[in-house]
C-alpha cells in the first residue's frame, strides 16, 4: 500500500463526491488533509468524517475560481498543518446538457474559472513551497469527456482538455524540483454530481450500452489511482494522463 505518512494533502472541492472520498483514502494512508471547498457545511462534515478515522483535518473555505481568497485560504492552511506536499485540483462542476446555443458568457466564464482558473491558482500558491523543499505532487482532475468529444457541453470538456494541456506543461515545467504531475480523467463515478444528472435506470441503460465493464465507477475506485499518483511508488511517472474509466474510452499510443 503507498503510504502517505507525514505528507500534507490539499484536496479542492474535498467536502463531497469524490473529492470526500480521496481525502478519506490518504488520511488512512497517513496524510493530514487540508479540506477544501466553497461549501462550508459539507467542508465541516467531511472534517468531521476525517476525525473518526483518527485525522486531524484542517479546513480552508474559498470559491476556487477566487485566485486571491484560495491563496488566502491555503497560506492559513500552511500556518496550520505546514506546508503542501500534495495538491489534488479536485474541485469542479458538471457541464449538463447545453449545447452551444445555451452556453452564454457567463456559464462559459464559471466553467473556464472553476476547472482552469482555479487549478491554475491553486498550483501557483502552493509551487513556492515545494520548490524551495524539493518535491512535491499535483494531480489535475479532468474528465473522459476532455479526451474524446460529447455534443452537449464543449464548455465542460474544453475545460478538462485544457487541464491536460496544463499537465505536461507544469510536469516539463517542475521537473527539475521533483515535483510530479499528474492528471486523472474519469469515467462515470456515482457522486452527487451523477446522481444528480441520472436516475438508476438511466444509468444502468448507458452503461450497458457504452460502458464495456457495464457499471459507473466506485468514487473510492477513483481514489485509490489518485493517492498512489500522490505517493512515492509514483516517483517515475510525470505528465501522465490516466482514465480510470471501465473501458469506455480505450485509445492507442
Ligand atoms: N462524477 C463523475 O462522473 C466525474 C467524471 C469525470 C470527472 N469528474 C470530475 O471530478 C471532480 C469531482 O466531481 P464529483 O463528481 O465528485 O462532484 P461533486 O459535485 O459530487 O463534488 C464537487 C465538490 O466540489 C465543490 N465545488 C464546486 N464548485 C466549487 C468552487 N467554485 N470552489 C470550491 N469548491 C467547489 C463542491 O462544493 C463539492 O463539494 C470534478 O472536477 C468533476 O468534473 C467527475
Not at 187 to 201: C, D, K, N, R
Not at 208 to 229: Q, T
Amino acid at each position: 500500500m503507498a503510504s502517505l505518512e507525514g505528507k500534507v494533502a490539499l484536496i479542492t472541492g474535498s467536502g463531497k463526491g469524490m473529492g470526500r472520498t480521496h481525502a478519506e483514502l490518504m488520511a488512512r494512508r497517513g496524510a493530514r488533509i487540508v479540506v477544501h471547498d466553497l461549501d462550508r457545511p459539507a467542508a465541516e462534515e467531511a472534517a468531521e468524517a476525517l476525525r473518526a478515522l483518527g485525522g486531524d483535518p484542517v479546513l480552508a473555505i474559498s470559491d476556487i475560481s477566487d485566485a486571491a481568497a484560495t491563496a488566502e485560504a491555503i497560506r492559513a492552511a500552511e500556518a496550520e498543518a505546514g506546508p503542501i506536499d500534495i495538491l489534488v485540483n479536485n474541485a469542479g462542476i458538471a457541464g449538463g446538457d447545453n449545447p452551444m446555443e445555451k452556453i452564454d458568457e457567463a456559464a462559459y466564464d464559471r466553467m473556464f474559472d472553476i476547472h482552469v482558473k482555479g487549478a491554475f491558482f491553486a498550483t501557483k500558491a502552493v509551487l513556492p513551497g515545494m520548490k524551495a523543499r524539493g518535491g512535491g505532487k499535483i494531480v489535475n482532475i479532468a474528465s473522459v469527456e476532455g479526451m474524446g468529444a460529447v455534443g452537449d457541453r464543449a464548455h465542460y470538456c474544453g475545460a478538462k482538455g485544457a487541464l491536460m494541456a496544463l499537465t505536461k506543461c507544469w510536469a516539463l515545467e517542475f521537473a527539475p524540483w521533483k515535483i510530479c504531475v499528474n492528471c486523472v480523467a474519469p469515467g462515470w463515478v456515482l457522486t452527487p454530481m451523477v446522481f444528480a444528472l441520472t436516475t438508476e435506470e438511466s444509468r444502468k441503460a448507458h452503461a450497458e450500452k457504452e460502458i464495456p465493464l457495464g457499471r459507473y465507477a466506485d468514487p473510492e475506485e477513483v481514489s485509490a489511482l489518485v493517492a498512489f499518483l500522490c505517493s512515492a511508488e509514483a516517483d517515475f511517472i510525470t505528465g501522465q494522463t490516466v482514465s480510470p474509466n471501465g473501458g469506455q474510452v480505450i485509445v492507442g499510443i
